[in-house]
Nanobody, 124 residues
Framework: QVQLVESGGGLVQAGGSLRLSCAAS????????MGWFRQGPGKEREFVAG????????GYIDSVKGRFTISRDNAKNTVDLQMNSLNAEDTAVYYC?????????????????WGQGTQVTVSS
């Protein structure tokens, strides 16, 4: 079992920044690839960013490329999502997720463990 707890969400004006953090406990964090997903009002859950267990490979959905950065610290058992130039379309509940294997995936069904989510609201 891996327990994941997100933090850092909140209300921010358009153009602003937030940094989300996900703290992991339980099994060895460095064995897991990590992903950030989001679910906006009336929308399906979508992939935002992923990072391999080593941190050596990352990926993003097109709409956040150049604005969001995913990173991890295996010594601290955390994975962060730095979000810049936020806009109203980024409003959602953000979730971190963990999966075994060799890489991150874009499909939420490929992840084994999930946090409870943190709300991000961007006002225009």
């Amino acid at each position: 079992q891996v327990q994941l707890v997100e933090s850092g969400g909140g209300l921010v004006q358009a153009g602003g920044s937030l940094r989300l953090s996900c703290a992991a406990s339980g099994r060895t964090f460095s064995n897991y690839n990590m992903g950030w997903f989001r679910q906006g009002p009336g929308k399906e859950r979508e992939f935002v960013a992923g990072i391999t267990w080593s941190g050596g490979n990352t990926g993003y959905i097109d709409s956040v490329k150049g604005r969001f950065t995913i990173s991890r610290d295996n010594a601290k058992n955390t994975v962060d999502l730095q979000m810049n130039s936020l806009n109203a379309e980024d409003t959602a509940v953000y979730y971190c997720a963990a999966r075994r294997g060799s890489a991150w995936r874009r499909a939420w069904v490929d992840y084994d463990y999930w946090g409870q989510g943190t709300q991000v609201t961007v006002s225009s």
